[in-house]
């Protein structure tokens, strides 16, 4: 690390190569076996390249804002910052001795103000753009932990981190509006270098569907009888 032997450089006569993968979010249980697996293969990768007169970026960093610091720290009367702080270098100093290649000049941390900055500023692009806005819309909501869950967060109607009941709930939640790109992305699969097997399942994540809207109009039927009839037809297309 204090060489820098695996920094990337600004040497433009170098191909360039990127090698990035997921960032762990530093909980306090520290690494576990889902980290150093894909950290590993890429890794290999990344070390390959560099033998081949590639100027490779291998960064690391922490997912560091999250819904667990915040119990912990509430439970524990500790501030997030100095809990996220402990566990950022509980993860780093795992890692090192692990003896990865990571560039650690590329070091981000999603909680650093000159960080999330950005990412403030993406939102608020969004929300000018009209692709931010709310909604009311059903969530998995924890009864102890008052938040909303994914549905991987919830088993056998239990909160996986409290075990506490989970209920579904009406709230009001920020969306982007992701639907505006499903084609631009799923014809953009065709020209990037993925294998075929991660462009069928993201063509499937993405879920392309075409139909047909079709009115009938029915005798003797009343304005709210025919429009019952429209959405069932709707829904059958």
């Given at each position: 690390?204090?060489?820098?032997?695996?920094?990337?450089?600004?040497?433009?006569?170098?191909?360039?190569?990127?090698?990035?993968?997921?960032?762990?979010?530093?909980?306090?249980?520290?690494?576990?076996?889902?980290?150093?697996?894909?950290?590993?293969?890429?890794?290999?990768?990344?070390?390959?390249?560099?033998?081949?007169?590639?100027?490779?970026?291998?960064?690391?960093?922490?997912?560091?804002?999250?819904?667990?610091?915040?119990?912990?720290a509430i439970k524990n009367h500790i501030h997030?910052?100095?809990?996220?702080?402990?566990?950022?270098?509980?993860?780093?100093?795992?890692?090192?001795?692990?003896?990865?290649?990571?560039?650690?000049?590329?070091?981000?941390?999603?909680?650093?103000?000159?960080?999330?900055?950005?990412?403030?500023?993406?939102?608020?692009?969004?929300?000018?753009?009209?692709?931010?806005?709310?909604?009311?819309?059903?969530?998995?909501?924890?009864?102890?932990?008052?938040?909303?869950?994914?549905?991987?967060?919830?088993?056998?109607?239990?909160?996986?981190?409290?075990?506490s009941p989970v209920v579904r709930k009406m709230?009001?939640?920020?969306?982007?509006?992701?639907?505006?790109?499903?084609?631009?992305?799923?014809?953009?699969?065709?020209?990037?270098?993925?294998?075929?097997?991660?462009?069928?399942?993201?063509?499937?994540?993405?879920?392309?569907?075409?139909?047909?809207?079709?009115?009938?109009?029915?005798?003797?039927?009343?304005?709210?009888?025919?429009?019952?009839?429209?959405?069932?037809?709707?829904?059958?297309?």
């Amino acid at each position: 690390m204090d060489e820098k032997a695996f920094a990337a450089t600004d040497d433009y006569t170098k191909p360039k190569y990127y090698a990035l993968v997921e960032f762990p979010y530093p909980s306090g249980q520290g690494l576990h076996v889902g980290h150093p697996r894909p950290y590993t293969a890429l890794d290999i990768v990344a070390r390959k390249r560099r033998l081949q007169g590639y100027n490779v970026l291998y960064p690391m960093g922490w997912d560091a804002f999250g819904l667990p610091t915040e119990n912990y720290a509430i439970k524990n009367h500790i501030h997030p910052k100095i809990v996220t702080k402990n566990n950022v270098a509980r993860f780093k100093n795992q890692l090192q001795s692990l003896g990865y290649s990571f560039d650690w000049d590329r070091e981000i941390n999603t909680t650093d103000p000159n960080y999330y900055h950005w990412t403030q500023w993406i939102f608020l692009k969004l929300y000018k753009a009209g692709l931010a806005y709310k909604s009311e819309m059903p969530v998995n909501w924890c009864t102890s932990c008052k938040v909303g869950l994914a549905n991987e967060e919830v088993v056998n109607g239990v909160c996986e981190r409290c075990g506490s009941p989970v209920v579904r709930k009406m709230k009001s939640q920020w969306m982007l509006k992701i639907t505006e790109y499903a084609d631009k992305l799923i014809d953009g699969l065709d020209s990037v270098d993925y294998v075929e097997k991660v462009k069928v399942s993201q063509r499937n994540w993405i879920g392309r569907s075409n139909g047909a809207e079709v009115d009938f109009s029915i005798a003797g039927a009343d304005d709210s009888f025919a429009s019952i009839q429209h959405a069932r037809i709707l829904y059958l297309v």
